[in-house]
């Protein structure tokens, strides 16, 4: 679970108690001040951070203390802040160079231990890059803020993360082939694992995950970046609940990774491609008896997933085949979930 720490030591003096009690109010877990009758002021649900515990010997050479702080600059102090993060509970990076190429290295040598590192943003533009260096990202970030809006800004960005979803076994009941129609391949900015895919549906109830361009296929090099992902009008699966229609899809947009266990990652689009194809329907029940409509291009090397990441070919299922889907319990009132009567078939 990724935290903050809030630096008040900057704060001007006039908008410290609306920041600490936006801190407060938003779960920071520290805050780091110098003055004692401010830390002694917070709750016990805070922890109370002070630099005055770290001593200049213990900054730049030992790593006899519960944390440190270290500012990296070169070489000698990149090396100590890797020793620091593989040896103490907590460190405390501040980083130089405006590239994050220490950060990768700090967090290389540190992959393995039990220990939180934390890097001071000066901003939260950084923070939000700081979260996803090599895709673990810093566990924590330190920030001192301007004001109190943006501790509630800082609290958002934590809680961008997303869930993992619960996949459900839907049975193919019927596949039905048609002529042509406009599909959408969605090129993202990632590479997807063999297992993993986008959740997309005809209805907003429910999604059947189709499969990333990873596997093998006859006559083209695989596109690990890709899913060939159904008809325009189709529903896909977002952060934060969120849907779009695959026609709205396009540079710079953000859906859902999801894999066959249901973990989520979001990933930035680079392109979206609409070309007209043959197209089949895919229709699968849930256990409940939910309907869960597809409909695809109907061709041999597009792919939607199985429980246990099985691949099968959209133009080779079967009546009884099982794939993995979501339920969803919310219409959609322009992508927002929304608890209204509306029936889709």
């Not at 090599?134 to 800082?154: H, M």
């Not at 689009?269 to 007209?276: D, N, T």
Request: aromatic share 4%; proline share 5%; glycine share 6%.
């Amino acid at each position: 679970m990724k935290f903050a720490w809030i630096d008040l030591r900057t704060v001007p003096q006039a908008r410290l108690e609306s920041v600490v009690d936006a801190a407060i109010h938003t779960r920071m877990q520290g805050v780091l001040c110098d003055d004692e009758s401010v830390l002694k002021a917070l709750p016990p649900t805070v922890t109370a951070v002070t630099t005055a515990a770290v001593t200049e010997e213990q900054q730049l050479y030992g790593l006899d203390a519960d944390a440190a702080w270290v500012d990296v600059h070169d070489e000698p102090s990149l090396r100590l802040a890797c020793a620091a993060a593989v040896a103490l509970p907590h460190t405390v990076v501040r980083f130089a160079d405006p590239t994050k190429i220490p950060l990768e290295i700090v967090l290389a040598a540190a992959d393995r231990s039990a220990g939180k590192l934390i890097t001071v943003c000066a901003d939260l533009d950084e923070a939000a890059t700081v979260l996803d260096v090599l895709e673990r990202g810093s566990d924590g970030v330190l920030l001192a803020p301007s004001d109190a809006a943006e501790v509630f800004a800082l609290a958002r960005l934590l809680e961008a993360g997303t869930s993992p979803l619960e996949l459900t076994t839907l049975t193919v009941d019927r596949i039905e082939h048609h002529g042509l129609g406009d599909r959408v391949c969605v090129d993202t900015c990632t590479h997807f694992a063999e297992d993993e895919g986008i959740l997309v549906g005809s209805y907003s109830t429910g999604f059947i995950l189709c499969c990333s361009e990873t596997h093998p296929l006859p006559y083209m090099p695989t596109r690990p970046f890709r899913v060939n992902a159904g008809a325009l009008h189709s529903y896909v699966l977002g952060p934060e609940n969120r849907t779009n229609y695959l026609s709205e899809l396009g540079s710079g947009s953000t859906t859902l990774a999801v894999n066959s266990e249901g973990r989520t990652r979001p990933v930035t689009v680079g392109r979206a491609k609409l070309e007209s194809r043959p197209l089949l329907t895919i229709t699968a029940r849930a256990a409940d008896d939910t309907v869960v409509s597809l409909t695809v291009q109907d061709d041999w090397h597009v792919r939607v997933l199985g429980p246990g990441g099985k691949v099968h070919n959209v133009t080779e299922l079967r009546r009884g085949d099982e794939l993995l889907g979501y339920l969803a319990t919310d219409q959609r009132h322009v992508g927002f979930p929304i608890g209204e009567f509306c029936k889709e078939h």
